[in-house]
């Protein structure tokens, strides 16, 4: 039975209860002292710790805006606001892909609405975020392989040339990590990117992950193509040229996992978003 874990006493909440656990963090759900429930997130000491760190300043700069509330921190614990138990996964399920995507649309709209509050310094520069596909492309030229790879590098380094803007971003937006409960449609989970918000949009082409079918499909690409690009005011070709680095990216930081089936999947949907791209 999993140990069950410390919770500061100003935080006064309690019966946790374990929801969730990944390679990162456990989730517990607790009760507040006024009877409503929280989450807390309990990160584990693993590498990457600061990329779920920039996620916590990313929530207290967002102020609940299109995100879930940042309610207290202690160490590498946050208390979070409980976003709800239905998955963006479970609306597409149910109402199909369309209505998921209109809804993902909205909360961008949200986490991209103007703040009067500074940036967060702590957030990543998605130069750095894009440090992977740069090494691999290199690796690739090196070896005398003109791949997707350097292709989708190429892309990039265009992209953070000429950024449409610069605000900070969740960089981990997907299927799994938009939840509906008492106050609408929340993004949880964020990474804290600082970047042109298309980087955003261009993870949602590629979930939810047991979908290919969807993910490599013409017409919906084109579709997701233009709806963020309306929400964004951006192009759709910037949308889809966005879609093809981040893919190349997720390609090769799965590539330095050895883990060959998730690589070529990305590659394939990069693929099939460069084919739509071809026609706008």
Same mark, same amino acid.
């Given at each position: ?98 209505? /998921? ?50 292709? /989708? ?7 953070? /040339? ?6 900070? =971003?969740?960089?981990? =937006? ?27 949009? /261009? ?78």
């Amino acid at each position: 039975m999993m140990e069950s874990p410390v919770l500061p006493k100003r935080w006064k909440v309690s019966a946790p209860e374990l929801i969730a656990e990944t390679f990162s963090s456990r989730i517990w759900k607790v009760v507040r002292e006024d009877g409503s429930p929280a989450i807390v997130k309990a990160l584990k000491p693993f590498d990457d710790v600061e990329d779920e760190l920039r996620g916590e300043h990313y929530l207290s700069w967002r102020r609940g805006e299109g995100a879930v509330r940042l309610l207290g921190r202690d160490g590498h614990s946050m208390l979070l606001e409980y976003a709800g138990d239905r998955l963006l996964s479970h609306e597409l399920a149910d109402e199909g892909d369309n209505a /998921a995507a209109a809804i993902a649309a909205d909360v961008m709209a949200k986490l991209f609405a103007p703040s009067k509050h500074p940036f967060p310094p702590e957030l990543q520069p998605l130069r750095t975020r894009f440090a992977s596909l740069f090494k691999k492309a290199r690796a690739d030229l090196d070896a005398g392989a003109d791949s997707l790879y350097v292709e /989708a590098a190429a892309t990039a380094e265009r992209l953070l /040339a000429d950024p449409h803007d610069i605000k900070p =971003l969740h960089g981990d =937006l997907h299927h799994d990590n938009i939840i509906h409960g008492p106050r609408g449609w929340l993004a949880i989970d964020p990474k804290g990117v600082l970047g042109d918000p298309g980087f955003d949009a /261009a993870n949602i082409l590629y979930n939810p992950l047991e979908r290919d079918d969807l993910c490599s499909d013409a017409e919906r690409i084109a579709h997701m193509a233009e709806l963020f690009a309306k929400t964004l005011g951006q192009t759709p070709r910037a949308i889809l040229d966005h879609a093809i680095a981040y893919g190349c990216l997720s390609a090769s930081w799965h590539h330095e996992d050895a883990n060959a089936d998730d690589e070529s999947r990305e590659l394939s949907i990069a693929t099939a978003i460069q084919a739509v791209r071809l026609g706008f």
